[in-house]
């Protein structure tokens, strides 16, 4: 499935559009449409931890998203050997509205309950 980039991507403010592609329950690739070189892991961090923090009103309205809207969100990880030492960017997350197919980056820069690099170690056996 295709998404417009409606706010840039920190750090990759040229990707306007990616594909995403299903690898498995928990994890997903982020692919650039224009470049071959720029894709990334994605996670759902739902099935690591207890998850929530507000979108904020000037992305829901980027992204025309109200509370019925169908919102996936994602997180980058970078994956490591083994799988259980990747890390997580739970301070960035992707939401994807898939009823319209617009995609934005949140910054979650004033959270204390989450930080840019954290192992899926660390929420095993929980």
């Known amino acids: 499935m295709k998404f417009d980039i409606s706010v840039p991507l920190l750090g990759f403010e ?3 559009q990616v594909e995403l592609e299903k690898i498995d329950d928990i994890f997903m690739k982020m692919q650039s449409t224009t470049d071959e070189y ?3 892991t994605l996670i759902n961090p739902f099935v690591l931890r207890e998850y929530d923090f507000e979108v904020p009103s000037n992305i829901q309205d980027i992204l025309q998203a109200d509370e019925k809207s169908n919102l996936l ?3 980058i990880v970078l994956i490591q050997t083994p799988i259980e030492d990747s890390i997580v960017n739970f301070i960035g997350p992707l939401v994807f509205n898939t009823d319209n197919n617009r995609a934005a980056q ?3 820069a004033d959270s204390p309950k989450y930080t840019v690099a954290e192992k899926i170690s660390d929420f095993l056996n929980k």
Do not use: D
């Open 14 to 16: 040229t990707v306007r």
């Open 38 to 40: 720029i894709s990334f």
């Open 73 to 75: 969100i994602l997180n």
């Open 106 to 108: 949140v910054i979650l």
